[in-house]
């Protein structure tokens, strides 16, 4: 056991892992001040702990081993994506969570990280003249977009598309097959404002000066409020508020309570994180660990720059937390498989592969 503890702690990225860590404890910090009593706090307590055991369980695998645990996790909460499209059970109209065991899950945050592994796999496949991989990946994919559109989710479809489409750019697949694909996402955005109303309104919304903007307007208060250091801890009243000031704005919260200055080490530990994971690329040599760093990363980078601009309003807003950072079990446990893979892709000892 401690053999393979050192075993472990000599070969990962131990930078990346404490930049993780001072990640999650930031997200313990913040749980803290936004409660009022300690239920809240205890339950990110311990999705932070749970997450950084799932995180080191799965940096422990080898690559091979990481590809069989993804396509058991992609079967299973691709099933869960289908059984959600029969429930009734909804959230602000859309069909996004199961409740299992009393626990709220939202299996398309448990896709991500599953799928772009494994397609990786498939475009490496592909890269070597395997043209029927490129085919089964493709339809796998307009699949589980599909699903996640139905729900409906914008957002998360968006994300997931824009992730796999990064994968594509870096594999260096024909430029027409890029183009094409993004043209599509193009066009699922226009019909998104078209045809689902929600979507339409915060569009409009970002838009019109004399539309409601209540939400995004206690979101810039609470950044002017807070200064260069913030009223301190749990001193903040804005996040009384402000709707979602757990998950989707919670850093309006930290720009209240700790500070423009404290925001901007959030923002540097995330950049730093991005590209300390895309400087590794240069070590190796194998395209399915390059392609599946690159769709991993990005996947959090665009995530992370999603929540903070909708909180700044540089771009309409979106339901979507800021990774390890806002509460929700679903986002930190899925971030933390995400990282996971990304420690164990990136270990010394694939680095001569």
Same mark, same amino acid.
């Given at each position: 056991?401690?053999?393979?503890?050192?075993?472990?702690?000599?070969?990962?990225?131990?930078?990346?892992?404490?930049?993780?860590?001072?990640?999650?404890?930031?997200?313990?910090?913040?749980?803290?001040?936004?409660?009022?009593?300690?239920?809240?706090?205890?339950?990110?307590?311990?999705?932070?702990?749970?997450?950084?055991?799932?995180?080191?369980?799965?940096?422990?695998?080898?690559?091979?081993?990481?590809?069989?645990?993804?396509?058991?996790?992609?079967?299973?909460?691709?099933?869960?994506?289908?059984?959600?499209?029969?429930?009734?059970?909804?959230?602000?109209?859309?069909?996004?969570?199961?409740?299992?065991?009393?626990?709220?899950?939202?299996?398309?945050?448990?896709?991500?990280?599953?799928?772009?592994?494994?397609?990786?796999?498939?475009?490496?496949?592909?890269?070597?003249?395997?043209?029927?991989?490129?085919?089964?990946?493709?339809?796998?994919?307009?699949?589980?977009?599909?699903?996640?559109?139905?729900?409906?989710?914008?957002?998360?479809?968006?994300?997931?598309?824009?992730?796999?489409?990064?994968?594509?750019?870096?594999?260096?697949?024909?430029?027409?097959?890029?183009?094409?694909?993004?043209?599509?996402?193009?066009?699922?955005?226009?019909?998104?404002?078209?045809?689902?109303?929600?979507?339409?309104?915060?569009?409009?919304?970002?838009?019109?000066?004399?539309?409601?903007?209540?939400?995004?307007?206690?979101?810039?208060?609470?950044?002017?409020?807070?200064?260069?250091?913030?009223?301190?801890?749990?001193?903040?009243?804005?996040?009384?508020?402000?709707?979602?000031?757990?998950?989707?704005?919670?850093?309006?919260?930290?720009?209240?309570? @700790?500070?423009?200055?404290?925001?901007?080490? #959030? +923002? /540097?530990? $995330?950049?730093? *994180? &991005?590209?300390?994971?895309? =400087? !590794? @690329?240069?070590?190796?040599?194998?395209?399915? #660990? +390059? /392609?599946? $760093?690159?769709? *991993? &990363?990005?996947?959090?980078? =665009? !995530?992370?720059?999603?929540?903070?601009?909708?909180?700044?309003?540089?771009?309409?807003?979106?339901?979507?937390?800021?990774?390890?950072?806002?509460?929700?079990?679903?986002?930190?446990?899925?971030?933390?498989?995400?990282?996971?893979?990304?420690?164990?892709?990136?270990?010394?000892?694939?680095?001569?592969?």
């Amino acid at each position: 056991m401690i053999e393979g503890i050192y075993k472990w702690w000599k070969e990962i990225d131990k930078v990346n892992f404490l930049i993780i860590l001072s990640i999650i404890t930031i997200g313990i910090i913040l749980s803290f001040s936004i409660s009022n009593n300690f239920t809240f706090f205890n339950k990110h307590l311990l999705y932070s702990f749970a997450s950084i055991f799932v995180m080191i369980f799965i940096s422990s695998m080898d690559i091979k081993l990481l590809r069989r645990f993804s396509l058991i996790g992609l079967i299973v909460f691709t099933i869960l994506l289908i059984v959600i499209l029969f429930m009734d059970f909804q959230i602000k109209g859309s069909k996004r969570w199961l409740i299992i065991f009393g626990l709220s899950i939202q299996p398309s945050e448990f896709i991500k990280p599953f799928f772009l592994l494994l397609s990786a796999w498939f475009l490496a496949q592909g890269l070597e003249g395997r043209k029927s991989y490129l085919t089964i990946l493709f339809v796998a994919f307009f699949i589980l977009a599909s699903l996640i559109y139905l729900q409906p989710d914008f957002g998360m479809t968006f994300l997931f598309a824009a992730s796999f489409f990064c994968q594509l750019f870096i594999a260096g697949l024909s430029i027409i097959l890029v183009i094409v694909a993004f043209l599509m996402l193009i066009i699922l955005s226009i019909t998104s404002y078209f045809f689902i109303d929600h979507v339409q309104k915060r569009i409009n919304t970002f838009f019109d000066p004399s539309a409601d903007t209540y939400q995004i307007d206690l979101s810039l208060k609470a950044f002017k409020s807070g200064g260069l250091f913030g009223k301190g801890p749990a001193q903040g009243v804005l996040k009384e508020k402000i709707p979602d000031a757990s998950t989707d704005f919670i850093f309006a919260v930290a720009g209240e309570e @700790l500070g423009l200055i404290f925001c901007s080490l #959030i +923002i /540097i530990l $995330i950049l730093l *994180l &991005i590209i300390r994971f895309l =400087l !590794q @690329l240069l070590k190796f040599k194998d395209p399915y #660990i +390059i /392609i599946a $760093i690159v769709g *991993l &990363i990005s996947s959090y980078g =665009l !995530q992370s720059l999603i929540n903070i601009f909708s909180s700044l309003e540089l771009i309409p807003t979106k339901g979507m937390t800021l990774p390890f950072i806002s509460y929700g079990g679903s986002s930190m446990i899925s971030t933390s498989i995400l990282f996971g893979f990304l420690l164990s892709l990136t270990k010394q000892n694939n680095e001569k592969k």
